[in-house]
Each structure stands twice: as C-alpha cells, then as structure tokens.
C-alpha cells in the first residue's frame, strides 16, 4: 500500500538507529546502488531490491509473512511517505542463501521507492502491518547512487536485444586435462531468478548471480559476481585491473581473446 504523505511519530518495536555509511554504486555487469554496515546490506537494482538483515531468521520471518513495509522519515521520526511490499504487488524470496530479494511487478511502485529513498533523510525496513524494525538505514549520498543505477538501467534497456556475448565480448580459457571455453551474459531484465546465462564449450545453461556470495566476509581482490547454475555448478567472475579471469571449480580460466 502506497502511502505518499503519512506523518507522525515512528514508535519503532525495537530500539534501533539509521546504519551510518556511505552509499555506493557499482556498474557492469549488474548495476546496483547500495549501503552495507555492520551486518545488515541494502542494495538496489534495476528492478529489484535486496536486502540482508543482521540474522538470516529474519530473512525466513520477511518470507514467510510474505510482506516488507518500507518507512521513509524526512528527519528520523517524522514519516513522509510508505510502501508495503506483498503478494499482490511483489515477489518476496530468499537468494544466495541470505538475503532477501524483492521483486516489483509493477515499475511504477519501485520508482516510487527510489524517489522516496532519494529524498528522504532514513528508510525503516519493517514488519507488515506492525512497528517491528528489521533494519534502519541512513540515506544520506544515496540520491547520487540511484541517479547513477537508473542511468545505467536505462543505458542496458537500450542494448537488451543485442546478441548474446560476455560484457565486452570476453572469452574465458584454461582447465586441466579438459579444456574449457566460457562465456556468461547477465540480463538486466530478466522476470525471474534465472538472470545470467553461462556458456561452457558451446553448451548453455541459466544461472543466478550472487553479488553477496561471499555473505558478510569480505570478499577476495577483485570479485565482481557468482553464477550459481541450474545444474549445482558456481562460477566465480574477478576483474582486476586488465586481468579478467572465472574460477571454476579447482582451475582458473583466464581471458583469451
């Protein structure tokens, strides 16, 4: 339920403050705006949003409710405007194993979202239909963020249709007494959780990607995206400087073209 003027004082159901940090933003392959501190993560996609609170039984509460209410406060206690998150206008489910990934079916109500984020000062991730916070956010930097995320969802909304390669045409070599040739495409608008697509040798199946595949630990120099594929199969991207390479399984394949 959109709510686009609502003011008041939040009684919140547990004693919590905004997560100080700063918000960043991060381009190809899978532009996202996002603010992570302490335990908790907020990242923003072209179409979705994924949120990892402090314990992955929140994760399972969020789910099971089926509802996440989003509370925009122009000053920490004064409520501006609201949305809830449900069934009957998004998808809410568990990926990566931890965070929670919801969906929008309609582009209008994320836009109202991202505009409430942009102009308000905190952002209270709650339960449906009660005062019970599961994360606070602060959102200060983040209207520079969501300018940069919607610019590149625009930019990819432009190429959607183009054939099929990796980002910038790579080609990934190596393996052991297999030689293997592979090459991955992540869609930007893809209406379920199969967003990538991952060729091995000619052979392609659908994957996910896992930008927290990593959890909260910090994630080795250089990594850019997991592709968990629909046959059990993970495929580690890393970028790092000019070397480009893919782990998978116990071999290395580094670009070749």
């Known amino acids: 339920?959109?709510?686009?003027?609502?003011?008041?004082?939040?009684?919140?159901?547990?004693?919590?403050?905004?997560?100080?940090?700063?918000?960043?933003?991060?381009?190809?392959?899978?532009?996202?705006?996002?603010?992570?501190?302490?335990?908790m993560t907020l990242e923003l996609?072209?179409?979705?949003?994924?949120?990892?609170?402090a314990g992955y039984q929140d994760s399972e509460d969020i789910v099971k409710q089926q509802g996440l209410s989003f509370r925009f406060l122009k000053d920490g206690s004064t409520e501006t405007g609201a949305f809830q998150a449900g069934p009957e206008n998004?998808?809410?489910?568990?990926?990566?194993?931890?965070?929670?990934?919801?969906?929008?079916?309609?582009?209008?109500?994320?836009?109202?979202?991202?505009?409430?984020?942009?102009?308000?000062?905190?952002?209270?991730?709650?339960?449906?239909?009660?005062?019970?916070?599961?994360?606070?956010?602060?959102?200060?930097?983040?209207?520079?963020?969501?300018s940069s995320l919607q610019s590149a969802c625009r930019s990819g909304e432009r190429m959607e249709g183009t054939s099929m390669e990796a980002p910038e045409g790579i080609v990934?070599?190596?393996?052991g007494?297999?030689?293997?040739?592979?090459?991955?495409?992540?869609?930007?608008?893809?209406?379920?959780?199969?967003?990538?697509?991952?060729?091995?040798n000619g052979e392609t199946i659908r994957a996910?990607?896992?930008y927290s595949y990593f959890n909260n630990s910090v994630p080795p120099k250089g990594f850019l995206v997991a592709l968990l594929g629909e046959d059990q199969?993970?495929?580690?991207?890393?970028?790092?400087?000019?070397k480009n390479w893919i782990e998978f399984g116990d071999y290395r394949y580094g670009q070749c073209n």
């Open 233 to 242: 199969s993970e495929f580690l991207v890393f970028k790092d400087g000019n």
């Open 172 to 175: 990934y070599c190596g393996g």
């Open 45 to 53: 996609q072209c179409d979705r949003i994924r949120f990892a609170p």
């Open 177 to 200: 007494q297999v030689k293997r040739q592979i090459e991955y495409l992540i869609r930007q608008n893809a209406t379920d959780e199969w967003d990538a697509n991952v060729t091995v």
């Open 90 to 146: 998004a998808s809410i489910q568990i990926v990566d194993n931890f965070p929670v990934e919801v969906v929008f079916q309609d582009a209008e109500d994320y836009g109202f979202v991202l505009e409430q984020i942009s102009a308000n000062a905190v952002v209270n991730l709650s339960m449906k239909d009660q005062e019970v916070s599961y994360g606070i956010f602060d959102l200060k930097g983040s209207s520079k963020a969501i």
């Open 1 to 39: 339920m959109k709510n686009s003027l609502l003011t008041g004082c939040l009684l919140l159901g547990v004693s919590a403050g905004p997560v100080l940090a700063d918000w960043g933003f991060s381009g190809a392959p899978q532009p996202n705006a996002f603010v992570q501190s302490g335990d």
């Open 208 to 210: 996910m990607t896992a």
